[in-house]
């Protein structure tokens, strides 16, 4: 159950906020996945004003941060049509307003095309602090186990 709640204005107050051991905190991005947790008492910290929601291309290569939502990139032209496809077949319209794409990799199942279509694509998600990028194929395998980082904040994929 959510105890208390923080709104960071920058990625920076966000990591202290999460880093800080003596709270509980947890990252908040579209909610569908921690709103669910019914377990202990925690905190959130919620990242829609990080700036972790931008969308881009970088030569071959197309940027997402984690906090993007899935209705995001469905609109956005430079994301390859398979993986429009697979959010579409994967998420009802109502949550693709509502989940972030670093919170469907978070929570999704091997049955999940749109993470299937992304493992194939090579993404590397990138952690904070220390910037550790590791690619989707190496995480999922061992993401039940201590992440890389505190916080997911982009994935990068071929175009």
């Known amino acids: 159950m959510i105890k208390t709640y923080f709104r960071p204005k920058t990625l920076d107050e966000a990591l202290n906020l999460l880093t800080d051991t ?4 947890k990252p908040l991005g579209g909610g569908t996945r921690i709103s669910r947790e019914q377990a202990g008492e925690f905190g959130v ?6 700036g972790l929601d931008n969308v881009a291309s970088r030569g071959q290569r197309l940027a997402a941060g984690a ?3 899935l209705e995001i990139l469905l ?5 390859h049509p398979e993986i429009k496809r697979a959010i579409r077949i994967d998420v009802s ?3 693709r307003n509502m ?4 919170g469907w990799l978070m929570s999704s199942d091997g049955r999940s095309i749109l993470s299937t279509v992304l493992l194939a694509l090579d993404t590397t998600l990138t952690w904070v602090p220390g910037q550790a990028r590791v690619r989707l194929g190496n995480w999922l395998p061992v993401r039940a186990e201590e992440p890389p980082g505190v916080l997911m904040t982009e994935l990068e994929w071929w175009l």
């Open 93 to 95: 319209e109502n949550l």
């Open 75 to 79: 609109d956005h032209p430079d994301v």
């Open 45 to 50: 910290v919620d990242l829609q004003d990080t």
């Open 99 to 102: 989940a972030t794409l670093g």
């Open 67 to 69: 906090a993007v939502r």
């Open 22 to 25: 003596t709270k509980h905190l």
